[in-house]
């Protein structure tokens, strides 16, 4: 069956960066885009950005220009995402999640709490 | 960039039907998803492209999308159904859009 188990909650002070994991298990790795959307406290999804896991190629929103790198191990059928730069308002519960057309599954999520 | 506006919220009762509606300029050229968070939970996809269901999802989940407006209709709603639904589009630059969420209270 599909999967994706993401890494463990983190804990960064302001300044840092976070860098989150995404395995893929239940099909052929490199067939569908992978994408990350947060969530912080109490609000709305946000995209942040997507990669090819076939040719490694990425996209992210504009918001996050800069300052997140999505990244992929095709050997290990992991993706990652690297936020860097963060600030209180990056406390937010981080998931990947599969393109099919739609985003049909997702990762558990991981906190990520950022601290002065 | 693209916005999608949703109501806050939508109450109704058991065994009654819950329209949450997403809007958007000229959604209806557009192809909508619908996903569904209970708390602490990840979002699972309960409409695709504008009307059609997942398997698992019950019939009584139902989607259109025409003009402005794309609609998510549960019928018969039940217990089960209280969580946040996300409508979610992709822009003109290939970015994916969500709404703001809408928290349905079953009274």
């Known amino acids: 069956q599909v999967q994706l188990v993401q890494s463990g909650a983190e804990v960064k002070k302001s300044g840092a960066s976070v860098k989150v994991s995404c395995k893929a298990s239940?099909?052929?790795?490199?067939?569908?885009?992978i994408h990350w959307v947060r969530q912080a406290p109490g609000q709305r999804l946000e995209w942040m950005g997507w990669i090819n896991t076939g040719y490694g190629n990425t996209k992210y929103s504009q918001k996050f220009q800069g300052r997140v790198t999505i990244s992929r191990d095709t050997s290990a059928s992991t993706v990652y995402m690297e936020l860097s730069s963060l600030r209180s308002e990056d406390t937010a519960v981080y998931y990947c999640?599969?393109?099919?057309?739609?985003?049909?599954?997702w990762g558990q999520g991981t906190l990520v709490t950022v601290s002065s | 960039s693209y916005v999608l506006t949703q109501p806050p919220s939508v109450s109704v009762a058991p065994g009654k039907t819950a329209r949450i509606t997403c809007g958007g300029n000229d959604i209806g050229s557009k192809s909508v998803h619908w996903y569904q968070q209970k708390p602490g939970q990840a979002p699972v996809v309960v409409i695709y492209l504008d009307r059609d269901r997942p398997s698992g999802i019950p019939e009584r989940f139902s989607g259109s999308n025409s003009g402005n407006t794309a609609t998510l209709t549960i019928s018969r709603v039940e217990d089960g159904d209280e969580a946040d639904y996300y409508c979610?589009?992709?822009?003109?630059?290939?970015?994916?859009?969500f709404g703001g969420g809408t928290k349905l209270t079953v009274l």
């Open positions: 239940g099909y052929t790795f490199t067939t569908y885009v």
């Open positions: 979610q589009v992709w822009d003109s630059s290939g970015d994916r859009v």
């Open positions: 999640t599969r393109d099919r057309g739609t985003f049909d599954y």
